[in-house]
């Protein structure tokens, strides 16, 4: 067995605090820079083409994600299963849904 199997695969609590700060860090700093006076990347406000297609893209994302009604619930399923020789249920899993 290779020394690449044998190393834990989950984060630890360490690991996954600092990804949490490091996240929260990256955030804030692009609010500073999309809303600051002194920074350097903020847009101008005296683009109106610019700022029509960003609405009409917040819009699309909007609609994308609210306006499509949930799936229906009324799915029946058929599980293929079999009993074997001593009694118990065998699912096949090379038959499809």
Request: proline fraction near 9%; aromatic fraction near 6%; glycine fraction near 6%.
């Amino acid at each position: 067995m290779s020394d690449a199997t044998a190393t834990a695969t989950t984060m630890t609590k360490p690991d996954m605090r600092l990804l949490v700060i490091a996240a929260i860090l990256g955030m804030a700093l692009g609010w500073f820079a999309a809303t600051s006076p002194a920074s350097p990347i903020k847009p101008t406000p005296d683009r109106p083409v610019l700022r029509l297609l960003a609405r009409v893209a917040k819009l699309g994302l909007w609609a994308l994600a609210f306006a499509d009604p949930p799936p229906t619930q009324d799915r029946h399923y058929v599980v293929h299963a079999r009993v074997d020789e001593d009694g118990h249920k065998v699912l096949h899993h090379g038959e499809g849904w």
